[in-house]
């Protein structure tokens, strides 16, 4: 385990998950317990960005500024804008009303993958996993999953992860085209029954940096699956993390025990966002 140490960055949030930056170096993440998707500027001041009365969780930037945001207690997806104005973007996929999304993550042509786990669990398998093009067009990538959540996508944009909180695992697929995957494997399973593994992002090497709830720690996976090292989150319950900071080699996480926000420096630089390199 690494001697690095979380130091608090903000307390008093409310359940907090889905932090991600704008191009400006605002953090913003979201808080499930209020509604409100906070922002914190460069110079440390916080305030709430939008709240759009639901329980926001996962979130991440498009390439033109706006701001996507999995609301399950909406059972939609939205969309905030640099405003602070938010309209609804997502709420069907074939017809079939969306149950409760969950995360997001961008591909470099501005489509995303988002999960939606609304109602899943060991004895329901439900879950899916979507794909969404800017147009708002929706399709299933993947079904009959127990607990679909965090997602993200390797720098070459090949690969797609998706985490499957009950069985304490991310698999990967191979993106064949945009809203096409084939070839799905396990790509690493917690050995820990009490780890519900959640949020995650990728460093610049390819490793997965995943957020392992129940556990209190961070734990970074090679990209052929072995774990190679693990961070103390700040509490037992970190939700999701992403990378960040002047040379972008600080990870921000988020932590539902402690309901606060963490900074690491892990000396490992971030891989840089689709929306980054457009």
Avoid at 56 to 69: S, T
Avoid at 79 to 88: K, L, R, T
Avoid at 145 to 151: R, S, T, Y
Avoid at 169 to 188: F, H, Q, S, T
Wanted: aromatic share 10%; hydrophobic share 35%.
């Amino acid at each position: 385990m690494s001697n690095a140490k979380p130091q608090l960055l903000a307390s008093g949030q409310a359940f907090p998950e889905g932090p991600c930056f704008d191009k400006a170096g605002n953090l913003y993440w979201v808080n499930g317990g209020s509604g409100d998707i906070s922002r914190l500027t460069p110079d440390g001041e916080l305030s709430c960005f939008v709240n759009a009365g639901g329980r926001p969780n996962g979130a991440a930037f498009a390439a033109n500024g706006d701001l996507y945001v999995c609301e399950p207690g909406l059972d939609q997806v939205i969309v905030a804008h640099p405003d602070a104005s938010w309209e609804v973007f997502a709420t069907e996929c074939d017809g079939e009303p969306l149950r409760s999304p969950n995360d997001l993550v961008f591909d470099q042509f501005d489509n995303f993958y988002f999960t939606d786990p609304g109602g899943s669990g060991p004895d329901n398998p439900i879950g899916t996993v979507h794909f969404a093009t800017p147009e708002g067009q929706v399709s299933k990538v993947d079904g009959g999953m127990q607990f679909p959540n965090g997602i993200a996508i390797d720098a070459d944009g090949k690969t797609l992860t998706v985490v499957e909180t009950h069985l304490g695992c991310v698999w990967a697929y191979d993106i064949i085209e945009p809203g096409v995957v084939a070839n799905k494997r396990m790509l690493w399973q917690h050995e820990d029954e009490a780890c519900m593994p959640d949020g995650m992002a990728y460093d610049s090497e390819g490793n997965l940096w995943v957020a392992a709830f129940g556990t209190g720690m961070i734990i970074v996976v090679s990209p052929d699956g072995q774990m190679l090292d693990s961070y103390e989150a700040g509490g037992l319950r970190p939700t999701n993390c992403c990378f960040g900071g002047p040379e972008f080699s600080t990870l921000y996480i988020t932590e539902a025990e402690t309901n606060a926000v963490y900074t690491l420096e892990v000396g490992v630089t971030g891989e840089k966002l689709f929306p980054d390199l457009v």
